[in-house]
Structure formats: structure tokens, C-alpha cells
């Protein structure tokens, strides 16, 4: 997977913007052949994310860094996306037949929206909290060679 870069676009204090070009970040994004995360984001673009800078790194506007997000969060992130959804999908239906006995294929399907309408729905309540947003945000990998690209 390629490392994204992003331009420091403000300072404040230990904490930088970071202004990253959502269309070229990620190579398969960039060649329509990405993994569909973005189908139910805004418009391509450029989009900016405040991370805080990490301890003997000086930045100033206008550098290019490196960004990174963990294995871990990127797995809780698809978990969070992807599998919720599918859980939902096909706990809700199974469940609904375990408690009320053979019910028909439309109740079922039915079930099985409404099951992923609800996991979608919670994911992204739990996506507005800000202490789980700021687990799936990147932080800053490698710092700028002044008026370059990323070391």
C-alpha cells in the first residue's frame, strides 16, 4: 500500500492541519479500482485533518509529510465499515426466525436491510464521536525536507 502525503497548511501549537488530495492518496482510489470506502463520502477532493506532531519534528506551512494510520485502527476502522453491516445482515434475520419460527423470504430480506440500516446507522453515530474519530485519524510518519518531498 503507498504511503500518503499531505501539506501542512496550519500550525497551532503541537498540532498541524494537514491538507491531503483524497484522489491521489491512494493509488487504487486514483485508478477507480478502490475498495468502495468512499462511495458514501463527499465529493473527491481535498480534505484536511488537524493530528498532532510528534515529539523533535518541526514543521512549518507548506511542508510535505508522510502519514500513516496503524494496522490495528485501519482494521478497527473496516471492522467498523464492513463488518457491522454483514454481522447485522445476517444476525438480525436469523435471530428475528429463531424467536418468531419460518418467516418469508421478503420479511426476511426485509430483516436483513433493516439490519444493515441499523448497523450503518449506529457506525456512523459512532463515527461522530470525537474520541473515535481521532482513533482513525493518520498521524504524521516521516517530516518534510524543507521546500521538498517527505524524508
Avoid at 470506502?37 to 507548506?62: N, T
Amino acid at each position: 500500500m503507498m504511503q500518503p502525503t499531505g501539506e501542512i497548511s496550519g500550525l497551532d501549537g503541537r498540532r498541524a492541519t494537514v491538507v491531503v488530495d483524497a484522489g491521489v492518496a491512494c493509488a487504487r482510489c486514483a485508478a477507480g479500482r478502490g475498495c468502495g470506502a468512499g462511495l458514501l463520502s463527499p465529493a473527491p477532493g481535498k480534505r484536511q485533518f488537524e493530528v498532532e506532531v510528534p515529539d523533535g519534528l518541526e514543521l512549518a506551512c507548506g511542508d510535505r509529510v508522510c502519514l500513516e494510520l496503524r494496522p490495528r485502527d485501519l482494521l478497527g476502522a473496516s471492522w467498523l465499515v464492513y463488518g457491522m453491516p454483514l454481522l447485522a445482515m445476517t444476525a438480525v434475520p436469523a435471530f428475528a426466525e429463531f424467536l418468531f419460527g419460518p418467516l418469508s423470504d421478503l420479511v426476511l430480506a426485509g430483516l436483513a436491510l433493516s439490519g444493515i440500516g441499523l448497523a450503518v446507522a449506529w457506525g456512523r453515530r459512532r463515527l461522530a464521536a470525537t474520541d473515535c474519530l481521532r482513533q482513525f485519524v493518520p498521524s504524521i510518519a516521516a517530516g518534510p525536507a524543507r521546500g521538498g518531498d517527505p524524508a
